[in-house]
């Protein structure tokens, strides 16, 4: 296998495990900060999978969007970037604003009806015509989709990022990564963040340059696991100290690296799970849209609700797993009911994207 469809199988088979931890970052059943008594273990685990492992999944996926968005392509020219801007209408715009606009539906349907069965809504959701510029864009009702919404705007600034990384031989990467260190992470670009043109510049050098990923980090993979695992475990323990989300930085370049080579490396040692992890690609930007509107809607409010869980720390970790679980099982039904019953609108909801 060459280098280019090594890279290509590689990140197909990440796209479904990486969704999964996206799923993991909201499934988090009760926020640690609104519990009192002995709960150690329960937030030790929340802030390990949610604010550290599982926090690789989203930056991963900006740099392969960079990547192919560059690859093969001169973006400099005119007619090539309106040629591929027009394709984002279809295949980010469009899906953007009807999951948002689902979202809005669902939660207020969902807040509607358990009133009405006379249960308190624990999460009330409020609209106001005001706030629509926040529930669709800035602040997403679909929160989730603020990936979506970063790759848009990734998408106006593409012959921006292409001059710029021409002009300093990529060095325009390293100036974006300094600058993550040291601005705050609010500020935003149109409502994209900093950490969001690092990680997708990041891609889009590694295509310019025709990079072997692979083969330049193959060597150092025992290094970059063993710091990986060390880091994952050990940084939990900082995270309320100032200095985090700088470390944080360095600990995702660090895990983007890792799981790339790990699943590189598992095309060769086992490709039968690779192959099944490639057929669940279909369901990962599904899953995307809509397993939000899911946990709020329904696993959540059920699953918190049940004594079990609710009483210790492993209860509310089963609860946190459970959570991610049956929302990735719901919503893989829900795909494969839409493909059957309402084909062409689960294309336009997953942009044509579908298999």
Known sequence: MDSAKQLSSTVLSLRFPLMVL?????????SPDMLSGDFAAYKYAVILIKEVFARVAVPAFFVFSGYYAFLGKDLGKRDVYLSEAKKKVRTLVIPYFLWNLLALVFWGAKDYLVSLLGYSVN???????????????????????????????????TPVIYVLLRVTRGYFVLGLFILCLFVDASFHILGCGMRSFLFFSLGALVAMKSWDPIAKLKPLRGPSYLLWLVATFTLPLVFDKSYFPHLEIFYLMLAIASVV????????????????????????????????????????EVLIRIPIFAGSSSGLILAYLLTAGIDIALTSVAYQVMKRWAPRLLSILCGGRIS
């Open 261 to 300: 080579l790990l699943f590189a490396s598992l095309q060769e040692r086992a490709p039968g799970f690779v192959a099944l992890l490639q057929r669940m690609n279909k369901y990962v930007f599904f899953i995307y849209g809509a397993h939000t509107i899911v946990i709020l809607s329904l696993v959540r």
């Open 22 to 30: 996206v799923v993991l970052i909201h499934s988090v059943p009760i």
């Open 123 to 157: 999460t009330p959701f409020h609209f106001a015509w005001s706030e629509l510029p926040n529930l669709f864009w800035f602040d997403c009702v679909n929160y989730s989709m603020w990936f979506v919404r970063d790759l848009i705007v990734m998408t106006l600034f």
